[in-house]
């Protein structure tokens, strides 16, 4: 597997290289450096949707749980959390993973578990479901220049993923007709079924309010292309600045095991753009500007997880208790939580039964 993520960052990076040979450095550095101090509006404006994000992840708690967590926490954790995501080959599991424990003790875990697996996926449903909708609004009035195959290539992949994580949960709650659960799970997973099951049997509404919060975040980046646009001289309008970021959803959803999207956010917006009749060489500028963002705050977020790693492995110390590298999400033969510390995502071990 090591092998497999050094071939995709060498190929990412020779892909970068390559348009930026194609397309002259000195070019694309000429409209980068125009920005000049538009970032200072471009790099807050990813706040917004960390915001939604943590909205969306307070609806997957239960209302009573919801009331234990600081809203600017869930924030910080979300920044954390997809921060880790964002640096590691992981296919955007090694931040989830991360998530309970930075929420602290004072929230019982198997609340906090619960709620990062529903927000996980309210999180897929909501991508899945913006890009759908903006599939079907966007096919008679921007995307002309997808062929017919193109077109229903994405909204069959859009629906798959939806029915694919649907029928998951359905699978991972069923019961029998006598109550009992299909699948025997041992704890603590049994547990984090039983938590995930009560919600969403009894709280339907707000698991709805999560995957729209989540959707909500995914389309605040149509706005953010129109703002990049804006100072890199691209005269865009909100139609258009939506087809970029429907498209762009696609292109990262295909490309998600590529860490830090090296050489993917480029190409894919260089070929955005040329599809959509724009310059390509300012479609590769853009995705420079907006990767320089993410990687703003994917650094941020990294060391916020750091600084809190450090902070619970003190606290883990002085009490005497866990070690700093455990972690509290479900792993396979866990007898309970850990009380402190949560490793780097490549100590993890992903959920098993």
């Known amino acids: 597997m090591k092998h497999f993520e050094r071939l995709v960052v060498v190929v990412g990076f020779l892909t970068l290289l390559g348009l930026l040979w ?16 538009g970032f200072l509006i471009i790099l807050p404006m990813q706040l917004c949707d960390h915001i939604l994000n943590a909205v969306g992840w307070r609806y997957a708690f239960a209302e009573a749980d919801a009331a234990r967590v ?44 619960s709620s990062v697996v ?61 109550g009992s659960y299909l699948w025997r799970l041992r704890e603590p997973l049994a547990g984090l079924r039983e938590q995930t099951a009560r919600y969403l049997r009894e709280s339907p509404g707000r698991f709805a309010l999560s995957c729209l919060f989540f959707l909500l975040g995914f389309a605040w980046g149509a706005w953010e292309v129109l703002v990049i646009c804006y100072f890199l001289g691209i005269r865009i309008d909100a139609l258009t600045a939506l087809s970029v970021e429907v498209l762009s959803v696609l292109v990262d959803s295909i490309f998600i095991v590529v860490p830090a999207k ?7 917006k260089t070929a955005i753009f040329a599809g959509l009749g724009l310059t390509a060489s300012k479609g590769l500028a853009f995705g420079l ?65």
């Open 22 to 37: 194609k397309f002259e450095p000195g070019t694309v550095w000429g409209l980068v450096s125009g920005v000049g101090w």
């Open 70 to 113: 600081s809203f600017w926490q869930l924030v910080r954790v979300r920044v954390a959390g997809d921060g880790v995501n964002y640096l590691t080959p992981s296919a955007t599991i090694a931040g989830e993973i991360i998530r309970p424990a930075m929420l602290g003790a004072h929230i019982p875990a198997h609340s906090r578990n």
């Open 118 to 178: 529903v927000a996980k996926v309210a999180q897929s449903l909501g991508q899945a479901g913006f890009a759908m909708v903006g599939l079907l609004v966007l096919i008679p009035l921007r995307l002309g220049f997808l062929s017919g195959a193109q077109v229903w290539a994405g909204l069959g992949a859009c629906a798959f993923i939806i029915v694919l994580v649907g029928a998951g949960m359905a699978g991972f709650c069923a019961r029998r007709r006598d």
């Open 262 to 268: 090296i050489g993917t956010q480029e190409a894919g």
């Open 289 to 353: 500007v907006r990767h320089a963002r993410e990687l703003a705050w994917a650094a941020a977020g990294f060391a916020l997880y750091a600084w809190d790693r450090r902070r619970r492995a003190r606290a883990g110390g002085s009490g005497g208790s866990a070690g700093a590298g455990g972690t509290d999400f479900p792993t396979a033969g866990a007898s309970r939580p850990a009380a402190a510390g949560c490793p780097l995502p490549e100590e993890s071990a992903a959920p098993g039964d």
